[in-house]
């Protein structure tokens, strides 16, 4: 099967436009499957042997910013760093289902037991790794709008 790329700056980022012959309408649903089942990996940097990573990005739970760097913690409870600063990560992650929560903090959604509202109208987000961290007032609405 040949393959052709093209670049279209009019679709959303998270779209892709498959285009084949009429016949080929009976592998759409496994071309659609295979594409949707690409996951997309993540490399940091194992630091006790200083060595790059590519791990899933489903397996992460939260990035934490550390000055200029970031601590990708995974389900395992393994932590990598990642070389970029937080806003970055952020504007790399787009709209997949990580939400920035604080300053500080992006968080897996898929990854959240529960939450609550806690005092000075912040909420208290639990994970399923037993973490826990504080939405802060400024990112409520966002965060509200990622789990709707």
């Not at 679709?11 to 084949?20: C, D, H, L, R, S």
């Not at 987000?125 to 409520?140: A, E, H, P, Q, T």
Request: hydrophobic share 35%; aromatic share 8%; proline share 1%.
């Amino acid at each position: 099967m040949k393959v052709i790329f093209e670049k279209d700056v009019a679709m959303e980022k998270n779209t892709a436009k498959v285009v084949t012959h009429p016949d080929e309408k009976s592998h759409w649903n496994s071309m659609q499957e295979a594409i949707c089942q690409s996951e997309t990996k993540l490399v940091v940097i194992n630091a006790k042997n200083n060595r790059n990573v590519r791990i899933k990005l489903s397996s992460v739970v939260a990035i934490e910013s550390e000055d200029r760097l970031c601590c990708v913690r995974v389900i395992t409870g393994e932590r990598y760093l990642l070389n970029k600063r937080l806003k970055f990560v952020e504007e790399d992650l787009g709209a997949s289902h990580f939400v920035k929560i604080n300053n500080q903090t992006i968080i897996n959604t898929r990854c959240i037991s529960e939450f609550s509202s806690t005092d000075h109208a912040r909420i208290q987000v639990d994970l399923n790794d037993g973490s826990s961290y504080f939405v802060s007032r400024f990112y409520i609405k966002n965060f509200r709008g990622k789990l709707s």
